[in-house]
């Protein structure tokens, strides 16, 4: 009878620990969803990033956040769809080497931006 009454005790102290557990880690995954960014962009990818003259890249930001307004812009080339999380890029004559492109995304949590580099080779 008194083992009976250990293997009992035992099975109840178990059963706390483990809803202790469990309220802990729930108190954990609201914290991390707490703390997620309102506003981030994770990545910029580009379908290329070496092309040659007038050949076209898409180039998509991946991002967080709710409301968001894109915009972009770059030192050398041409782009459409600069209001959107894809925009399409290419490079004339004088864009030749080296070309940065910059997104930047806002909403009411403030602005966040990033580049990826294009190098446009001639003909």
Request: proline share 2%; charged share 20%; aromatic share 6%.
């Amino acid at each position: 009878m008194a083992d009976l009454k250990k293997i009992l005790n035992n099975t109840k102290l178990i059963f706390i620990l483990a809803i202790l557990l469990v309220v802990a880690c729930d108190d954990e995954l609201a914290e991390i969803n707490e703390n997620s960014p309102l506003l981030a962009i994770d990545s910029l990818v580009a379908d290329k990033t070496e092309v040659i003259i007038w050949e076209e890249v898409f180039i998509t930001a991946y991002t967080q956040g709710e409301n968001l307004r894109f915009a972009w812009s770059t030192n050398h080339g041409s782009m459409a769809g600069v209001d959107s999380s894809t925009v399409k890029y290419w490079g004339c004559p004088s864009c030749d080497g080296i070309n940065t492109v910059l997104c930047q995304v806002s909403n009411e949590h403030g602005t966040v931006q990033d580049t990826i580099v294009i190098t446009v080779h001639p003909n």
